[in-house]
């Protein structure tokens, strides 16, 4: 069975301009959260989708959004886009909305400059 | 929120010791806690959780125990092998699906 999967797994952006990176969660799994690995430091939770409905928010600014389709995959979309946004975004799924393992993609490496 | 503290953030060990990481966190209201490793270049892997209705867990070499009155966990790798040699994260999750991590610990098995 294919794993978490993201797209694409490197891009170079300028600042102010936008991007879009996508994920596909395991097969059955509803939930589909996003995290920013900033170098040494581990995991920061962005957002988690249950359902296509947004279920829980972390603390990042409103130039970061997310959704996720009927199918599962999800999109998370940042703007303005700063030197300090250089990170791996890593896409992680989950079966249920709650209390479950999570399970991470290899990761969306994001240089701004 | 939880806060997740976690140490050491380096530690190396020679081949066939044991490592422990240890964690602790703030929120008494969590109630499970899993282990990732993180190879250069790759997303964290998940290699052993623990739910906070129990004391211990063991998988071949790796353990992770959890002490629920101190707020701390942690991992116990024993028989250590280069293979090993990664970063570790712990974590915490209390209500809803938000995961708050530690900072990271950086292993290296000297053959």
């Known amino acids: 069975d294919a794993g978490v999967t993201q797209s694409p797994t490197h891009l170079i952006k300028t600042r102010g301009q936008h991007v879009t990176l996508r994920c596909s969660p395991i097969?059955?799994?509803?939930?589909v959260s996003w995290y920013q690995q900033v170098l040494g430091q581990g995991p920061q939770f962005i957002f988690q989708?249950?359902?296509?409905?947004?279920?829980g928010r972390g603390n990042f600014p409103d130039r970061f959004s997310a959704r996720q389709f009927p199918n599962y995959s999800s999109e998370l979309n940042v703007n303005a886009l700063l030197l300090g946004d250089s990170a791996l975004y890593l896409c992680a799924s989950s079966f249920q909305r709650s209390g479950n393992t999570i399970y991470f993609g290899e990761g969306s490496w994001l240089t701004v400059v | 929120g939880e806060n997740v503290e976690q140490h050491p953030s380096t530690l190396s060990v020679q081949e066939g010791d044991s490592a422990v990481i240890k964690c602790t966190y703030s929120?008494?209201?969590?109630?499970?806690f899993p282990w990732y490793k993180q190879e250069l270049g790759k997303g964290p892997q998940l290699i052993i959780d623990?739910?906070?209705?129990?004391g211990e867990k063991k998988d071949q070499r790796i353990a992770v125990t959890l002490n629920k009155t101190a707020k701390h966990f942690s991992l116990h790798i024993t028989e250590t092998q280069p293979e090993d040699s990664a970063v570790y994260f712990c974590?915490?999750?209390?209500?809803?699906?938000?995961?708050?991590f530690g900072t990271g610990t950086s292993l290296t098995v000297i053959p």
């Open positions: 097969s059955g799994h509803k939930s």
């Open positions: 974590a915490a999750i209390t209500s809803g699906n938000q995961f708050y």
């Open positions: 929120d008494s209201a969590s109630n499970y």
């Open positions: 623990i739910r906070s209705n129990v």
């Open positions: 989708y249950y359902e296509k409905e947004e279920r």
